[in-house]
């Protein structure tokens, strides 16, 4: 997250093809009209499109310390984030996220003031000192809740970088100094050394495996303000970085993949967008003819990821940035996208705004839009959210709590649960299916078919209206159809023993998830 970058960007009313938001035919103005409107889907399950990997979010900043508070409290969040049980009404108790982020910090914290990082919360530790020794006691509160995580059943999961530690930077500090990377590259394979170190360091301690490992984080950015941990990186820069950490990684026996490049928005990926060093990465890393490809490394993952920030800016221009990386990576053989981070930031063309928390439906619905549009028109094959835990009055979290270290209240907001409807169903090996609406579309509708042969589809509807819905197969039927509801009353509400092959009511501002088996 670019805590400095404050460009709008413009929430969009409606998505995707399929989709679109209902108008009253005379005032043009959105559902005026008492009238219910229905809306007939049909879900081609011969047509398909990406496998899912994953629903994540990241530990950083507050988990260093939320983990280290009361049991009870530490849990109960733990439980909102991962838990995969059910409550007595048949409720998800948590939102079963399948990927949780693990920030390995650069050191700012130890550093302290001297970091020149204002907000200790935005610091954070660093396995490694001076003298090159590493202590596993430290990052306490982050390993809590790696571990908790896989207590949960979470079983995918990455760890990420902002900078270097601190004693392989060139300013000695976490942070960038006039836009220039802080990394020489005579400490490539210091820092590759310490990330395969940290990897294996941790799961001797706690016997989590990371499937991933992120060296760079938004490279395009300048970094060079001190408002937390963060360096720019050239393309360049990049693949060197990734070639040492290749060789490090195969020392330590473990199955550790590494992830590209976390871009600071979806452009960079398939364009220069001003940047020309810093853009075109799906050329430059995996393009044979590059000077910087590392498809051919044994530890790079066959995946790109990118954030979404910045690429909402109007429905029209949202879906044509999104077409238009599909497009490219469809000429790509074998690679995957990965949204890998997102928040609300920004004014919003004052619709929405990134400054002020906001527990209720309005950034909720915003937030379903998003992941809406990312795995319908980009194609992303995961979705990963910015900072899981927040301290802030701003919306960049899942679970908020009072900033303070050692305890203090906590507050689940209608963002974790709108996350739910897609996390806590559509599981790792889950695959989109086509739909299409006949009719007025005015719901926002995706489904997928999960590993065990049941069918998942989200229906949003941002319209302070119902709908009548009716869900069709292109082939068999439909049955044992359960629905899974949040609005401004319900978190993933369940209602059970819906009349499968009927229509079925979606409630006003509200997100819904169906399950249903299928002959």
């Known amino acids: 997250m670019k805590i400095k970058h404050i460009t709008a960007i413009i929430p969009f009313l409606i998505f995707a093809g399929i989709v679109a938001c209902g108008k009253d035919k005379d005032s043009g103005k959105a559902g005026t009209s ?8 049909t879900i081609d399950l011969n047509k398909t499109y990406q496998t899912i990997d994953n629903f994540g979010a990241s530990d950083a900043w507050a988990c260093q310390f939320v983990g280290n508070w009361p049991d009870t409290k530490k849990n109960a969040i733990a439980d909102l984030l991962f838990s995969k049980k059910l409550k007595a009404d048949g409720s998800p108790e948590g939102i079963g996220l399948s990927m949780w982020r693990f920030n390995l910090g650069a050191g700012s914290a130890q550093q302290g ?7 200790e919360w935005r610091r954070a530790e660093s396995f490694l000192d001076d003298n090159g020794n590493y202590n596993w006691n430290l990052q306490a509160g982050q390993m809590w809740f790696l571990k908790a995580a896989k207590e949960r059943g979470v079983n995918q999961f990455l760890a990420f970088t902002n900078s270097p530690p601190v004693q392989f930077t060139i300013t000695k500090k976490a942070f960038a100094n006039s836009s220039m990377p802080n990394l020489s590259a005579e400490n490539y394979p210091s820092f590759a050394n310490y990330l395969a170190t940290a990897i294996k360091g941790i799961y001797d301690k706690t016997g989590v495996a990371f499937n991933y490992v992120s060296p760079v984080n938004e490279p395009q950015w300048d970094w ?10 050239t393309n360049n820069n990049i693949s060197g970085i990734v070639k040492a ?3 490090s990684l195969k020392t330590t026996g473990l199955q550790t993949k590494i992830l590209v490049s976390e871009a600071g928005q979806y452009e960079f990926l398939y364009s220069a967008h001003g940047k020309a060093d810093k853009g075109n990465q799906i050329d430059a890393f995996f393009n044979p003819s590059s000077a910087d490809y590392i498809g051919n490394l044994t530890k790079v993952e066959k995946l790109i990821a990118a954030h979404s920030y910045f690429t909402t800016s109007t429905y029209a221009k949202a879906v044509s940035i999104r077409k238009e990386m599909a497009s490219k990576l469809a000429s790509t053989n074998n690679l995957k996208l990965w949204q890998s981070e997102y928040c609300i930031l920004g004014d919003n063309e004052n619709e929405i705004k990134g400054e002020g928390r906001d527990l209720g439906m309005a950034s909720a619905l915003y937030l379903a839009r998003v992941i809406h549009n990312d795995l319908v028109n980009a194609g992303a094959s995961a979705w990963q959210w910015w900072t899981a835990v927040s301290p802030y009055d701003y919306k960049d ?22 996350l739910g409807n897609y996390s806590r169903f559509i599981v790792p090996g ?70 499968a092959g009927s229509s079925v009511i979606l409630e006003a501002n509200s997100i819904t998830t169906f399950i249903s088996d299928f002959d």
């Open 430 to 499: 889950s695959v989109r299916l086509n739909t299409s609406a006949m009719g007025e579309p005015e719901v926002l509708i995706s489904s997928y078919k999960t590993p065990d042969n049941r069918l998942v589809t989200v229906a949003i509807n941002s319209n302070a209206q119902q709908a009548e819905l009716t869900l069709n197969t292109s082939s068999g039927k439909m049955k044992n159809l359960t629905s899974y509801t949040t609005n401004a009353s319900k978190d993933l509400t369940v209602k059970q023993g819906l009349p």
């Open 224 to 233: 060079s303000n001190g408002g937390q941990e963060g360096t720019p990186f």
């Open 397 to 418: 979290g899942l679970v908020y709590i009072d900033k303070n270290k050692t305890d203090g209240n906590f507050y689940s907001s209608k963002m974790l649960w709108a």
């Open 113 to 119: 003031s001297k970091s020149g990082i204002a907000d």
């Open 245 to 247: 950490l290749d060789a």
């Open 34 to 41: 008492t009238e219910i409107r229905k809306i007939s889907v």
